[in-house]
């Protein structure tokens, strides 16, 4: 069984380390994840992120909606280290950039 693809990550909050994830899921969740965030403040927050994507993610990857919430976090952070989005405080909200 051949080993899946990967793509290496960052995290905004270490800077300068990057983590290897599953390319496939990183890619779907990425985009979907984009696809609902908005354009401009107060964004929304990472459980309506979840709810919003969900329907939209193949079952294949994510079977029953498995590990969703890992995978948005794990995005979003990756996607503010690179400035693509960004975050207000209280509740956290999340918005592109």
Known sequence: MAKP????????LQPGKTYPVDAAKFEAMKKALLA???DMPPGITP???IARVKPSLPDDLFPGGSTVGWWVKSVQLD??????????????R???K
């Open 47 to 49: 459980e309506e992120i």
């Open 5 to 12: 693809a990967t793509v290496r990550i960052e995290n905004v």
């Open 79 to 92: 996607q503010e280290a690179k400035g693509v989005i960004a975050r207000s405080f209280k509740p956290v």
């Open 36 to 38: 609902v965030v908005p």
């Open 94 to 96: 999340l918005y592109k």
